[in-house]
């Protein structure tokens, strides 16, 4: 763990359009790594939010049927139409959002459930990371009855110099 006062944050957010896509965020650390000196970046914690593009008390919804959104933070580009599994090498961390809002009828309902599937906070020591670029990616299930939306994260990160071992055990855990 990191010691009280050397980590700092890293904050991102992933505009969604309404309209149930896969989009894809990169975000550069090639300013917190120095691959000379063998430095590397550890991520010991994030914290999401899932929420309207306007009303960050909000969060997205389909009218009368379950929304589904999943999402990711890999240390590469998806190119691709949806999130990856957890056997995915470049995994750092991954959720999942579904929400039901019935407005019609009574009563009225609505039920949110929101899944950490894994996270840097889940490890002994946090996730160590020597990519050049994280990629925060999602993809909703159809269109949000309110409209485009947010996802946004803060990471509480160090930096390290990495030993032999740990570069290492950096390559056996990350290579595909």
Known sequence: MAKAGSTFFLRAELDMLAAGTYNE????????????????????????????ATQPEAGPFQ???????????????????????????????S????????????????????????????????????AESLFLGAHGSGTATNGDYKISIVMECSQIKLGKNEAINLALSQTQ
């Open 63 to 93: 009218e009368d049927v379950v929304f589904n959104l999943g999402w990711n933070l890999t240390t590469s580009s998806q190119n691709d139409f949806d999130t990856v599994f957890l056997a995915d090498n470049s995994v750092v961390a």
């Open 25 to 52: 965020e990169p975000i550069p650390l090639g300013a917190f790594l120095n691959p000379l000196a063998d430095q590397a970046l550890v991520i010991h914690n994030v914290s999401v939010q899932i929420a309207d």
């Open 95 to 130: 959720g999942r959002y579904t929400v039901m809002s019935s407005q019609t009828g009574s009563p009225q309902t609505y039920v949110e459930h929101d899944v950490r599937d894994v996270m840097p906070q889940d490890y002994t020591a946090g996730y160590t990371v020597a």
